[in-house]
């Protein structure tokens, strides 16, 4: 019976099979053009957020969360007996929680519901010990939303969402324990704990953690790098406790495997609506985000509308750098720039901006490649910049006019006509007319 029972792990412990569960790929969105440039943008953010592609990081955390739950499986059913023994009495134990954290918007909360996927699904099992079947449930997963304390997360694993407040702790704790022996529930989930860390004080988060690794079973809580320094701050048996196990998050790197299927997976979703026409979309992309997944949808969004507004339905290149410009990225657009200004070493930003500096520290290998990135598109920066002042008058609006060869020319926009020249002396009247008004000349004037 042993056996059959462990048998429920046999697909989540495949590489192949977890891949292909966790991956979620939607269809191509189509006919955007008909619709209104807004609603049509959201239809095509809507497809984006659907889409999963689980990079290496995601495949390594799930395949070590799995191997963990199957040897906590294993402990608890050795045999009949033994299942048996830690339901009347159960161990008190105090497991070292895992904590998997990293930048808002990059896939934390996603990894853990590919997770709950690939996790055996519900089942029972017959003893002739038990009356009836025991339905048996490989995880509890629940929400810090609303969790205002050790207690409240208890009676949710117990009642789920009922409304019931009330319970001695000790004894909500016990039953806990014995539940979670009786059912074989082999790994305990917490997420969404930046709710928590908003309305509560650091002392009752702790109080949560703590309770959440008391009950038995091997335990994975999400943070961002807001609560980690904040925990960093606590005493060190708290820290000893509760950040001994980090599982960082990093956004993939710009030339990577995993951020170019990423890229290739928006085009294809897209469904013709994004034109890269050679260029490297992959790398524009991280530009202008980072590496970060959800910033990367709402700089598509806004590239798409910005792609209306120049007479087309489709998004090119030059569209990134309008939507990042615009009023309605400016928020994650100065989080961007934050973080790129990290990268190079600012060292002020990290007390500034503890929302965007990690707690822990970093493998060099990965900070030394992300700094060459932003080093090397900062002198790219540079250089046109550089290379821009040093054209002339008729050079600059040479460059202006270049147009990409396209299906369909955008319109033509309402630009100003360049002001005629002037003689000597129609400069001269001009500038006496301004400086009895009271009004300096422009220096496009007076030249």
């Not at 048996?237 to 001994?244: A, G, I």
């Amino acid at each position: 019976m042993s056996g059959s029972l462990q048998e429920r792990f046999i697909f989540a412990m495949d590489n192949e099979f977890v891949r292909k569960a966790i991956t979620v790929k939607p269809d191509p969105v189509s006919a955007l053009a008909s619709a209104e440039p807004f609603m049509a943008a959201t239809i095509l953010a809507d497809a984006l957020k659907q889409s999963f592609i689980p990079n290496q990081f995601s495949l390594d955390f799930i395949h070590e969360m799995v191997g963990r739950a199957f040897m906590h499986h294993c402990y608890v059913f050795s045999s009949e007996a033994e299942h048996q023994a830690k339901i009347y009495t159960p161990p008190i134990t105090e497991v070292v929680p895992i904590c998997l954290t990293g930048l808002a918007g990059l896939g934390k909360s996603r990894t853990i519901d590919a997770l709950k996927k690939v996790m055996p699904a519900p089942s029972q099992f017959h003893s002739p010990y038990f009356d009836g079947a025991l339905n048996l449930e490989s995880y509890w997963y629940a929400s810090a939303e609303g969790k205002e304390s050790g207690k409240s997360l208890l009676l949710w694993f117990l009642f789920g969402g009922s409304d019931r407040k009330s319970g001695n702790f000790d004894r909500l704790l016990l039953e806990c324990r014995r539940r979670a022996y009786r059912d074989i529930v082999s790994l305990l989930l917490l997420d969404e704990t930046q709710h928590i860390s908003l309305g509560l004080g650091i002392a009752r988060i702790v109080t949560i953690l703590l309770t959440l690794m008391r009950i038995g079973p091997p335990a994975v809580f999400v943070s961002n790098f807001s609560l980690g320094h904040k925990l960093f701050k606590r005493n060190n048996e708290d820290k000893q406790r509760l950040l001994p196990e980090p599982r960082i998050m990093l956004p993939d790197e710009v030339g990577s495997k995993d951020w170019k299927a990423y890229a290739n997976e928006c085009v294809r979703v897209s469904g013709g609506h994004i034109r890269t026409r050679g260029g490297d979309f992959a790398a524009e992309l991280h530009r202008y985000t980072f590496g970060i997944k959800r910033i990367a949808v709402h700089l598509l969004k806004q590239a798409y509308i910005e792609s209306r507004k120049s007479g087309r339905a489709w998004i090119e290149m030059d569209d990134l750098g309008s939507a990042f410009r615009s009023a309605e990225f400016s928020a994650n657009a100065g989080d961007v720039q934050a973080l790129h200004n990290l990268a190079l070493g600012e060292r002020r930003l990290q007390k500034a901006r503890p929302d965007l500096w990690c707690p822990f520290d970093l493998p060099t290998a990965y900070t030394s490649s992300v700094a060459q990135s932003v080093i090397a598109e900062r002198d790219r920066q540079v250089a046109e910049t550089i290379f821009d002042s040093a054209l002339n008058a008729a050079e600059r609006t040479a460059k202006a006019q270049i147009v990409q060869p396209s299906d369909k020319r955008p319109s033509k926009s309402s630009r100003r006509p360049p002001a005629a020249k002037l003689s000597e002396e129609e400069q001269k009247k001009l500038f006496f007319e301004y400086e009895s008004r009271g009004q300096k000349p422009s220096k496009q004037q007076t030249r």
